[in-house]
């Protein structure tokens, strides 16, 4: 069994010689891999936000199916809450299916969360309502909502997780965003369906169909759609980056103690080593999430409530309303990812916190003149800033943790803070509503997270155009990869002290007697040459220690 290169623990004290990196080890990423890859991620995004945009547009009428406890406010406030409680479990899905991910492979875990959602969805569909059941009808629905949080503790984690690992470095913030056109391009089409639902059954079978059986319609969608997102996800291949890990792995479990195998950078970490090791890197994604969350799901989940409760719009009104700036920002989206690649991933997030902070107040009070196409634009100037905290995010969040604790980092940090923050906005921003009388409070709720998100990111590493941490360089051509391998020694962006390089016993015993040896002829720092070769006259793909 191949032996680990040990560039953090030299022999003998001596100082560590970067391993080399060679063009076998550069991932040359297929463009039809790529597509099949990514396009059975986003068919998952797109059947989890299609829930959320089925379930938000239709609070108002759900309040009076499954609760109707006589008081108006106190129904929306409960229904808000079924949502909130699937965002509880969340983390628990994290905390179970995030370290799985990262045991038995991204794409078997990503399967069956895509299976259980859609599952959860479409038993919504057919659940009795508090005319049939009476309070029973409640709590069948918050227990599918937790089916559902718990599988969605899994999801997005994943997906990102995913997406990124298999995207080239150059172009991973604009690839990996794609992930997100799906999300939104998912609350498009829930919001879509109850809109076109709502105008069917009331124009061919009269105004109170849609709340006597029409509701159930956009949530039985699920079913098709369910189908077809599995069938992606079936045909997904295992990403390059996990598959190179495993015989690193394997190495670090054979060739040192278990309590320095405990805080390698390739060593597989449960819930407590990853909050041990990585602890300042998931308070960063944590305050992200967050900024991004509380923004994008008041946009989308909580709108629908807010323009019902505000303003009297009905689904209908609330969808066709909204629906034009998910769409706008289904392409803002991509392009804030590709400014990430190019100018770096946190001057994309800066320039959000910086929105945030400065249009959320001018965007409500121009809400609050009611008019249809004002409301519209307001939307637009909501989604400026959330388009720039997503646009980078699927590429940034899990480029902050390495490879092998990858998935169970993004779900500990994705989900605890959209539990905490993104999930509770809508039941938080109307209850604030309720106690103040003020209706800018949502304004202020985002705000808050958006200055604390810009906080976060000033110490943030900047992973733009780099390999992942703990991953081999990933690009899209083999010229591109004998490039790289040729000039690594003068590039700043690589660091093969990162990379599961392995280093067979042999040569591994050469080195470590080479060390031994003062003045031995490995080259060090000071002596490498810069340029196309390593050492003096050497081939950089030469070499490896």
């Not at 470095?169 to 391009?185: C, I, N, P, T, W």
């Not at 079913?223 to 792995?249: D, H, K, N, S």
């Not at 409530?305 to 009104?317: D, P, R, S, V």
């Not at 905290?389 to 980092?409: D, Q």
């Amino acid at each position: 069994m191949p032996a680990s290169r040990r560039p953090g623990r030299p022999p003998r004290g001596r100082k560590p010689v970067e391993p080399r990196l060679e063009v076998d080890d550069v991932l040359v990423v297929k463009t039809s891999k790529m597509r099949t890859a990514i396009g059975g991620t986003v068919v998952g995004n797109i059947m989890e936000w299609f829930d959320f945009g089925v379930y938000g547009y239709m609070t108002l009428m759900l309040s009076q199916l499954f609760f109707n406890t006589g008081s108006e406010a106190l129904d929306n406030i409960l229904t808000l809450l079924g949502f909130a409680v699937s965002f509880l479990v969340r983390p628990l899905g994290g905390l179970v299916l995030g370290p799985l991910g990262d045991k038995i492979g991204r794409q078997k875990v990503l399967f069956f969360t895509m299976a259980m959602m859609a599952l959860a969805t479409a038993l919504i569909g057919v659940l009795p309502t508090v005319a049939d059941i009476g309070v029973w009808a409640a709590f069948l629905l918050y227990a599918l909502k937790l089916l559902q949080g718990f599988s969605t503790g899994g999801e997005y984690a994943g997906a990102t997780t995913y997406v990124s690992e298999y995207s080239p470095d150059r172009k991973r913030g604009f690839y990996a965003s794609m992930l997100d056109v799906g999300s939104y391009l998912g609350f498009a089409l829930g919001a879509g369906s109850v809109a076109l639902t709502h105008l069917i059954t009331s124009q061919v079978w009269g105004p109170d169909t849609m709340e006597q059986w029409g509701w159930r319609v956009p949530f039985l969608l699920a079913i098709p759609l369910g189908a077809v997102a599995i069938w992606f996800r079936a045909r997904i291949p295992e990403t390059p980056a996990f598959e190179a890990t495993e015989a690193e792995q394997e190495a670090e479990a054979n060739g040192a103690s278990a309590s320095e195998d405990a805080g390698s950078l390739h060593a597989r970490k449960g819930p407590f080593g990853i909050i041990r090791y990585h602890w300042r890197e998931l308070l960063i994604a944590v305050a992200i999430v967050a900024a991004t969350n509380t923004a994008g799901y008041a946009l989308t989940s909580y709108m629908p409530t807010y323009l019902g409760t505000q303003f009297g719009y009905n689904e209908m009104t609330s969808a066709a309303t909204t629906i034009p700036a998910l769409l706008i920002l289904c392409v803002m989206i991509p392009i804030a990812g590709k400014a990430s690649d190019r100018f770096g991933r946190r001057a994309v997030y800066f320039a959000g916190s910086l929105a945030s902070i400065l249009l959320m107040l001018p965007a409500f009070w121009l809400m609050h003149q009611s008019a249809f196409l004002e409301i519209q634009v307001a939307m637009v100037i909501v989604a400026m800033p959330v388009a720039m905290f997503i646009g980078p995010s699927a590429a940034a969040l899990p480029a902050l943790f390495p490879t092998a604790a990858r998935y169970g980092a993004m779900g500990i940090a994705y989900n605890i803070s959209v539990s905490l923050f993104g999930g509770t906005t809508p039941v938080v921003s109307q209850t604030l509503i309720e106690w103040t009388g003020n209706s800018y409070m949502p304004a202020l709720w985002i705000m808050f997270f958006g200055l604390l998100a810009g906080i976060a990111v000033i110490f943030m590493r900047e992973s733009a155009k780099r390999p992942l941490l703990g991953s081999f360089p990933s690009v899209e051509t083999e010229q591109e990869a004998r490039e790289l391998v040729a000039h690594q020694d003068s590039n700043p962006l690589l660091n093969t002290s990162e990379m599961p390089i392995v280093v067979d016993p042999e040569m591994e015993a050469e080195i470590e007697d080479a060390l031994d040896v003062p003045g031995a002829g490995l080259p060090s720092d000071g002596d490498r040459g810069v340029g196309e070769g390593g050492g003096a006259g050497s081939d950089p793909a030469d070499v490896r220690s």
